[in-house]
C-alpha cells in the first residue's frame, strides 16, 4: 500500500477578501475531486491570508506509479489555472514500510 501527498501553495490573483478568495479555491477543490474521485482534497493552509492558500492532496494506492501519476496530474491541472500562479508543490510518498 503507497500513499501519496500532495501540498501546492497558491498565489490568487485578483483577491481582496477572504470570501472572493473562497470563491476561487472551493471551485478549485471542487473540481480536482470531480475530475479524480479516488483522491482527498482540502485547504490545508494560509485560512487567515486572502490572496494565498494551500491546497493538499492525498491518494491511496497499490502501486507508486499510480500514486505519482495522480499526484502528477493534480498538480499540472493546478499550474495550468490562469487565475492562480502555483508557487510550490511538494510530494512526498510514503509505503506501508515506513
Known sequence: MYVGSLTLDILLGDVRSLKQKRSVVRPLIAELQR???S???????????HRRAEV???VVS?????CKELLDA???????????????????????ED
Not at 483522491?39 to 491570508?49: F, P, Y
Not at 497499490?62 to 499510480?66: E, F, L, Y
Open 35 to 37: 475530475r479524480y474521485p
Open 39 to 49: 483522491i482527498a482534497v482540502a485547504e490545508t493552509g494560509h485560512l487567515d491570508l
Open 56 to 58: 493538499g492532496v492525498a
Open 62 to 66: 497499490a502501486s507508486a506509479g499510480n
Open 74 to 96: 493534480c498538480e499540472r491541472m493546478v499550474a495550468f489555472r490562469p487565475e492562480i500562479e502555483l508557487l510550490s508543490a511538494r510530494q512526498r510518498l510514503y509505503n506501508d
